[in-house]
């Protein structure tokens, strides 16, 4: 049986740019489109040309593309104006790009209060923009804002606008749940609805976050007539974010009805790649990747339970609803208080380590890894410091070095300028072989001083520290009161886009840090093949 063709819009670059906090540069763009391209989506939206010096530099100069259409987003011909002299529609129209994607209101609501026109001039202007796309010869998209709110209001109106696009010569007319509080069961409703007024219309839909379900929507919309789909990767997007195609991709591709009914341009080897552009972006923003994300996350597929650890291990389907190499992840057994022998085993054999199950040394790792948990530390989220405690155990791991001491003062002063700030210093005295080496760092913390001093000198292993950089911190109290026992957890990661994550615990918050930026670098050095 053929199946109908889905085709997917990213508007990461667009939408996404809006996320609180990002702020993509001309390079990010070109290196995440070009990821995009690779991954087989149909559109990339680029940004909105002529809007700020950012987007107008990458569509001056756009990456080349393989496949996908590089598209331009602006809005509809303001009011008062003509299409043809309204300069921030004439900058979308003359970027480089195959597409054009327009955004005008379809929610009468927002006609009366914020444009403060009639209906009708509302109407005109997208269909007189929509004709400059065509004009143009560029494929034109329609984005209908607040679509399902103003079919809800006055379905009469917001029909209108987006037939007056669709017979302006729009190829996509896109329903856009803007506020992303409309339920799945009234878009799967009234997109239907849609398509039965208008069946030569092509549907998108675009969804936002703000109730957690802008995937499930954009699903509904699929069942209810919808062929494009419009998300950004991870979710990114303005206040609680858009359909995240991270999730969508997947679902789309491996899940019934849609596995069944429909097709899209992105294979079963190019979804293999989903995790590592999911990371690629994390990466680009300089963000810890969202550990518990569907599909893409690192514990997406991470089994803690030793029940559950134990039946994975006879057969993944047990706890896992697709295999993580679909999507280019993979699986994880964690090793906890809450473990036995066989995630021990389990773990150990991820890093490469083959050991008898009778073995007295698992009995006695087993035992110190709860004792160790029971004080504190946790490991099924310090994945490197695991494995450090379980080859230490073996005699695998070389003593790099040895803090004989180190010391950290923080000061409050006056500057040149006569500010008060305060700054940190720290003295650490390392062994490396017989080689004694003090090294001093500053920073504007005692934790950043303390790993600036710690990675400044360590001899003749120095050179494996090159790139090696602190890019998570996390601090959790344990206990009560001023005297309370802490943990910290540390995520580096170096030049070649490795990550791993140490432990510490101490009632001192600086010991406790100082033991997880330690095992950090010896995790390096080991990994890395250093030799005493």
């Known amino acids: 049986m053929s199946r109908e063709r889905l085709f997917i819009f990213d508007t990461t670059l667009r939408d996404g740019a809006q996320t609180q906090g990002v702020d993509f540069s001309a390079e990010d763009k070109r290196q995440i489109a070009l990821a995009l391209d690779e991954l087989g989506v149909d559109y990339i939206e680029g940004g909105w040309p002529g809007a700020n010096p950012t987007d107008t530099a990458f569509f001056s100069a756009p990456p080349k593309l393989a496949r996908a259409s590089l598209t331009a987003f602006g809005m509809t011909k303001r009011a008062g104006r003509s299409a043809a002299n309204d300069p921030g529609l004439s900058a979308v129209l003359d970027a480089q790009a195959s597409a054009v994607c327009l955004v005008g209101k379809a929610w009468d609501f927002h006609v009366d209060v914020a444009l403060e026109i009639t209906h009708q001039e509302n109407i005109d202007g997208i269909s007189e923009s929509i004709a400059a796309v065509v004009k143009k010869k560029r494929e034109a998209l329609f984005d209908a804002e607040h679509f399902f709110d103003g079919y809800k209001a006055n379905a009469d109106f917001a029909l209108a606008c987006i037939r007056a696009a669709h017979e302006a010569g729009a190829r996509w007319i896109v329903l856009c749940d803007t506020n992303g509080g409309t339920m799945p069961e009234d878009v799967y409703r009234i997109v239907s609805e849609v398509k039965a007024k208008l069946p030569s219309v092509a549907l998108g ?9 802008a995937v499930a929507v ?16 991870n979710g990114l997007g303005e206040r609680c974010g858009n359909a995240n195609l991270c999730a969508l991709l997947p679902t789309l591709l491996t899940k019934t009805p849609y596995a069944t009914q429909f097709e899209t341009d992105v294979t079963p080897e190019q979804l293999r790649r989903m995790t590592s552009v999911s990371r690629l972006l994390d990466e680009i923003l300089n963000r810890a990747p969202n550990r518990h994300a569907a599909y893409v996350g690192p514990s997406a597929f991470a089994h803690k339970g030793g029940l559950h650890s134990s039946a994975v291990q006879k057969d993944p389907r047990t706890y896992e609803h697709v295999k993580p190499e679909t999507v280019g992840n993979a699986r994880h057994i964690l090793v906890s208080d809450q473990a036995g022998r066989s995630n021990l085993l389990s773990r150990l054999t991820e890093f490469g380590l083959d050991i008898d199950s009778k073995d007295e040394r698992l009995a006695r790792l087993l035992e110190d890894v709860k004792q160790r948990e029971f004080l504190g530390y946790a490991y099924d989220g310090a994945e490197a410091s695991f494995e ?14 040895e803090v004989e001491s180190f010391r950290v003062i923080v000061e409050r002063r006056h500057n040149a300028l006569g500010d008060l700030t305060t700054v940190s210093e720290a003295v650490v005295k390392v062994k490396v072989g017989a080689e004694v080496i003090h090294s001093v760092g500053a920073g504007n913390g005692p934790i950043n001083a303390l790993d600036a ?15 090696l950089r602190l890019v998570d911190y996390k601090v959790r109290i344990l206990t009560s009161g001023t005297e309370a026992v802490t943990r910290v957890m540390v995520e580096s990661a170096d030049a070649k886009g490795n990550r791993w994550s140490t432990v510490g615990v101490s009632p001192n918050i600086v010991d ?15 990994r890395d093949g250093a030799r005493t």
């Open 388 to 401: 450090l405690l379980a080859r230490r155990a073996l005699g695998q791991v070389p003593d790099y070095f």
């Open 512 to 526: 406790a840090s100082f033991e997880a930026l330690a095992d950090s670098i010896t995790y390096k050095l080991y």
């Open 218 to 233: 954009s699903l509904a919309a699929v069942r209810g007539g919808a062929r494009q789909v419009q998300g950004t990767l």
């Open 453 to 467: 001093a710690l990675r400044r000198d360590l001899g003749k292993y120095s050179s494996y520290l090159s790139g």
């Open 205 to 213: 839909i675009h969804a936002h976050n703000d109730t957690e379900q």
